[in-house]
C-alpha cells in the first residue's frame, strides 16, 4: 500500500482502494515542501508541479537563440587617436609653414628700400645731395636693412602665430566631438574642415601682411640730407641753377633797403655801317 492510500484512505481489509485526487496529490507535496523542505528534496521528483516545472525548462531551452556576447565598453581614447593620425604631428606648421611669408617679406623689402633710394635719386636730381653725399646716405640705408627686415619678420611671425593658434582651438573642438562621438566615428570631415580652413589662411596671408606693414615706410629717411652737401660751384658756394652769366649769383641776395635785387642788363648797342 502506497503512502499515499494510507494517508488519504483505503486499505486491503476494508473495502475498494480510493486513490487521491490531484488537487489532493498537489496539497501534500506543497505541504511537505513547506514544512520539511528537506524531505521533500529526497520525494520531488514525483511531485507533480515540480516534473511540470523541469518540462516547461526544458521547452523554453531548446531553440533559445544564444545570448549576444557583451561588447566591450567604448574608450574614447580610439576616436582620438584616429582623427589625430589623420591630421599628423605639428600640422599647424604643415599647413602654415615658416616659409609662407618668405616672399611677402622680401616684396615689402624691396619695396621700401626701392622708395628710399628714390629719395635720393631726387635729392641728386636736383642738387641738393652731391655725389658722395648719395654714396654716404645709401650706405646709411644699407645699415638699416637688418632692422627692417627684423620688422617685417616680427609682423609675419605674429600673424603666422595667430591662424596656428586659430588652427589649435578647431582641432581641439574636434576631438572633444570625437570623443563622445561613439565607435562608429570617421575623422574624415573633420580632418578635411581643419584643412581647408589652413588653406584659407596661407591664401590670405599676403594681403593681410601688407596691410600690416607700416605705412610710413621701412626706412627712416630723415637725416639723409646730412649725410652729404650739395653740389657746388667755382667759388664753393651752394650751386644755384638760376645763376646768371658769369658765375653771378643773383638769387637770394638782398638789395639794400630788403628789395630784390634787379638783375644785371645788358647795354644795347646799335652798330654802324
Excluded at 486499505?11 to 475498494?16: L, P, T, V, W
Excluded at 533559445?64 to 561588447?71: F, G, I, L, V, Y
Excluded at 599647424?92 to 629719395?119: M, N
Aim: net charge negative; no cysteine; charged share 20%.
Amino acid at each position: 500500500m502506497s503512502l499515499l492510500s494510507e494517508l488519504f484512505g483505503g486499505g486491503s481489509s476494508i473495502g475498494a482502494v480510493v486513490p487521491p485526487t490531484a488537487e489532493q496529490v498537489a496539497n501534500y507535496y506543497r505541504q511537505v515542501k513547506a514544512n520539511n523542505p528537506a524531505y521533500y528534496e529526497q520525494i520531488k521528483a514525483s511531485d507533480p508541479e515540480w516534473q511540470a516545472e523541469q518540462q516547461a525548462g526544458a521547452v523554453a531551452s531548446v531553440g533559445a537563440p544564444a545570448p549576444a556576447p557583451t561588447p566591450p565598453p567604448f574608450d574614447p581614447a580610439v576616436s582620438l587617436q584616429k582623427l589625430n593620425e589623420g591630421l599628423g604631428p605639428n600640422f599647424e606648421s604643415r599647413l602654415l609653414p615658416d616659409t609662407l611669408d618668405d616672399p611677402f617679406v622680401s616684396s615689402a623689402l624691396t619695396k621700401g628700400r626701392g622708395t628710399a633710394d628714390e629719395l635720393i635719386s631726387n635729392m641728386l636730381r636736383r642738387g641738393t645731395l652731391s655725389d658722395t653725399g648719395g654714396t654716404r646716405a645709401r650706405a646709411a640705408l644699407d645699415k638699416q636693412t637688418p632692422g627692417a627686415t627684423s620688422k617685417l619678420n616680427d609682423i609675419s611671425m605674429a600673424l603666422l602665430n595667430a591662424d596656428r593658434g586659430k588652427l589649435t582651438s578647431l582641432a581641439n573642438t574636434k576631438r572633444a566631438g570625437a570623443q563622445a562621438a561613439g565607435e562608429g566615428y570617421d575623422p574624415s570631415g573633420d580632418i578635411g574642415e581643419i584643412n581647408t580652413t589652413g588653406q584659407g589662411f596661407a591664401g590670405s596671408f599676403g594681403d593681410r601682411f601688407n596691410a600690416a606693414v607700416p605705412s610710413g615706410g621701412l626706412y627712416d629717411v630723415s637725416g639723409l640730407g646730412a649725410s652729404g652737401g650739395g653740389v657746388t660751384g667755382p667759388q664753393n658756394v651752394s650751386y644755384d641753377p638760376y645763376a646768371q652769366e658769369g658765375g653771378k649769383l643773383n638769387t637770394g641776395l638782398q638789395a639794400t633797403g630788403g628789395e630784390q635785387a634787379a638783375p644785371t642788363k645788358k647795354k644795347r648797342t646799335t652798330a654802324v655801317f
